[in-house]
């Protein structure tokens, strides 16, 4: 925020010096550097050009036996905006070179607290409560789907998979938000939160994206419309597949990456993978969507139209996000990103249940629960493609 925000460093060596004849310790420099001179930083060439950008420059020593050395106090001042703050620790005149060798690591402790005093930052303030009546409201909304699932099953005797697989795509969007809740506390106690919580809410927050995209792609191919059994659809395996590869994406992109102008969990190769998939994903829903219309009924083409606009809305909401957030300013990157997917994700969510349970919804009226006669099925996409011989007597 604006005013005076503190900060503490503390240095220490993983291993012992003192076998390398030195003095007893060693000096660094730290160096503070405004978000608006990050990028001059990183094209200078020399290490004392890169320190003339620092607005902030402290010494920090370095005791050579593995111990912590004295905890180093400062602040940086901000006026006109918030800003975000880049720290480095070098040694310019390489006077340590000698006795520093490669296997030597400098660890570090480094506290920050803001202008109000607490530990969170610009981009994490604000998510508690939010997080947390969000939480309890798609928890109640959960049990009253559930309610509603079963209702249905009682009445039809037969158990709506669209619906189920809904449902599966809220629960593990309530999981993640419940660990985002989780890993809010414990940054607010710690300032550092949890590595693990935060990973599980950005997974589970993929994998509810995900399924929401499947189910939408399987109506886009008529799935509960045209035919009945999604296993007879080959984008069903083949969306395994693409589920598994954005975990091993997500996984490899928060334990490879550390880039230090990362302001968003999505902002590095994995999130511009994710992002690739999710476009071609899209396509392949348009043109399901077009396949469906051209071979469908009046009502069927009048239901598929308006799911497209719903559809197109919703897969190209994340892109979109992340494409917003890349011009957006560095500490407002994160509230775009987690805010934005949340509220997509949630009232997609709420607008497909609405249409898979309300009497007067076109889905209903297009689907085969909406039908009272069933005279004929149309095949599915994979039996459009099997040739039909004539049977002999």
Known sequence: GYGSGEFNIRAKFSQKLTDYG??????????????????????????????????????????????WGQVVRG?????????????????????????????????????????????????????????????????????????????????????????????????????????????????????????????????????SQFIMTCLLVLIS????????????????????????AQLMILALGVISDDDSAKYHDYENWSGLLIVVIRIGLFVYFLIGARATISKSREKIKTFTKRFCIFGSIYLLAFPVLVLISSVAAPYVRHKIIMIGTMIAQTVGITFLAYAFTSKSSDYVKASFRGRSCLLYTSPSPRDRQKSRMPSSA
């Open 22 to 67: 030195n003095t007893g310790y060693v000096d660094f420099t730290l160096g503070v550097y405004l978000d608006d001179n990050w990028e001059k930083v990183k094209k200078a060439t020399s290490c004392e050009e890169k320190l003339d950008q620092a607005s902030v420059t402290l010494t920090v020593t370095v005791p050579t036996n593995g111990e």
């Open 221 to 244: 191919w008529g799935w509960t419309i045209t035919y009945r059994d999604a296993e007879e659809f080959d984008f069903l395996p083949f969306s395994i597949l693409i589920g598994v």
């Open 75 to 207: 602040s940086v001042v901000q006026t006109q905006r918030p800003h975000v703050w880049f720290f480095s620790i070098s040694d310019c005149k390489k006077n340590n070179q000698a006795y520093v060798n490669a296997a030597t690591k400098l660890n570090y402790e480094l506290r920050l607290t803001n202008t109000d005093g607490s530990e969170f930052s610009v981009e994490e303030r604000g998510f508690f409560i939010p997080l947390l009546t969000l939480t309890i409201i798609l928890t109640v909304f959960l049990f009253f789907n559930i309610g509603k699932l079963r209702s249905i099953y009682n009445k039809e005797d037969e158990l709506d998979y669209a619906y189920l697989t809904l449902i599966i795509a809220l629960v593990l969007e309530l999981v993640a938000i419940f660990f985002e809740f989780l890993h809010t506390t414990y940054y607010s106690l710690d300032g550092k939160g949890s590595f693990v919580l935060n990973f599980f809410a950005q997974t589970f927050t993929v994998f």
